[in-house]
């Protein structure tokens, strides 16, 4: 029997698909991962790095700054030599979103919000765009609404952000001009789920979701996963970005983690780990460290369970691939719910590695893809 496709909370909502060069957005696509460089974009040489380094980690499509004419002119030779789709970022001068085109970036993120007279502008941004093979975001953002908005509404509601971008999507509508995203980012997870609720149920745009200024890494680890649960278990939401003050690579890890843990991308190294109690008899905390910096990059579905006291230990390393149920100074390790052997605490780490490997490299000989792997440490 074929297996069963991963439980999911809602199927996705139902969106129009566009594309960002060679990724697809919306539609069936699956959800991707975005984040943003924070090279001066005038160092090619520095921007294509860190590029590469988000690659790696598994950015799907990936922002550069264009606040400047010499931005501007470095963005031909980033978007040419990147691995993954250019997006230019676009606030202020409008001449830039024809420069980012021109230079062959996948897409462009428009503020309407600041530039000015954009409104007056969009037919020829379509146009342009249009004959480019080139698409949109129209990110909307609470921190730059647009003046008449914020005398309306008072402040950045969840109201005001749609009414934003709805107005514009139907301003490129007008022309004829579909191959858009919209986002809706507020610093506040709780007005922007509710901004996002409500522009779901205007139309079939695909949506980009994100926490504008969400904070430092534990804080905006938070408040994104808070937000990006609510919205995506209602199938809400076709891109992501995890916006925190720390390197981008972080914010795609986390990014990740989060459509892993929803079932929404295939798993891959999974490590469960309790979290030690006055029951414990071993150093858990220590142990899960090294374990998951032990399998650092591993990429098959694999769960290690990795606990620590007799009470749910057996158990969650019984249902794990691969896991270990200490006490006492020991553990029993335990590969595909049996039983294996018996080693002392100091050679829980390099066993636990070791079946891993031989886990790893009897599935890679039958061909197994990347699916849900799982590590629990208990």
């Not at 109201?159 to 971008?165: D, G, Q, T």
């Not at 905006?220 to 996963?225: D, L």
Request: proline letters at 7%.
């Amino acid at each position: 029997m074929p297996a069963l496709p991963p439980p999911v909370l809602a199927p996705r909502r139902a969106t129009r698909k566009i594309k960002v060069g060679k990724v697809e957005v919306g539609g069936d696509a699956p959800i991707s991962v975005q984040s943003m460089t924070t090279t001066p974009t005038t160092d090619i040489d520095a921007t294509l790095q860190q590029i590469a380094e988000l690659t790696a980690a598994g950015c799907d499509i990936v922002r550069v700054a264009c606040p400047s004419a010499d931005d501007a002119e470095a963005l031909p030779a980033i978007a040419r030599k990147s691995q993954i789709p250019v997006i230019a970022d676009i606030h202020f001068q409008p001449k830039y979103v024809y420069a980012a085109i021109d230079a062959g970036c996948a897409a462009v993120r428009v503020n309407p919000g600041n530039i000015r007279k954009f409104d007056d502008q969009v037919k020829q941004i379509a146009d342009a765009a249009r004959d480019a093979g080139v698409s949109i975001r129209i990110g909307v953002n609470a921190g730059s609404l647009d003046p008449r908005l914020m005398e309306k509404y008072g402040k950045a509601t969840p109201e005001a952000l749609v009414e934003s971008a709805v107005w514009e999507a139907s301003l490129f509508e007008e022309h004829d001009f579909h191959d858009f995203k919209i986002s809706v980012k507020h610093n506040d997870p709780v007005v922007m789920v509710r901004a996002y609720e409500l522009l779901s149920e205007r139309g079939d745009w695909p949506l980009h979701l994100g926490v504008t200024e969400a904070g430092p890494a534990f804080q905006g680890t938070i408040k994104s996963a808070t937000a990006f649960g609510a919205l995506l278990s209602q199938g809400i939401g076709d891109t992501i970005r995890v916006s925190l003050s720390a390197p981008p690579v972080e914010e795609i890890k986390v990014g990740t983690q989060i459509l892993q843990s929803l079932n929404l991308r295939p798993r891959k190294l999974e490590i469960v780990s309790c979290p030690s109690c006055g029951r414990a008899q071993v150093d858990v905390y220590t142990l899960a460290d090294k374990v998951t910096a032990g399998l650092e990059g591993m990429e098959i579905p694999l769960r290690v369970a990795v606990m620590g006291c007799v009470v749910n230990g057996p158990g969650e390393a019984r249902e794990a691939d691969l896991g270990v149920a200490s006490g006492n100074g020991k553990g029993q390790i335990f590969v595909k719910g049996e039983v294996i052997k018996t080693v002392p605490e100091a050679q829980i780490v390099e066993t636990l590695i070791e079946e891993a490997m031989k886990i790893a490299e009897s599935m890679e000989a039958d061909g197994t893809p990347s699916g849900v792997p799982e590590v629990s440490v208990s």
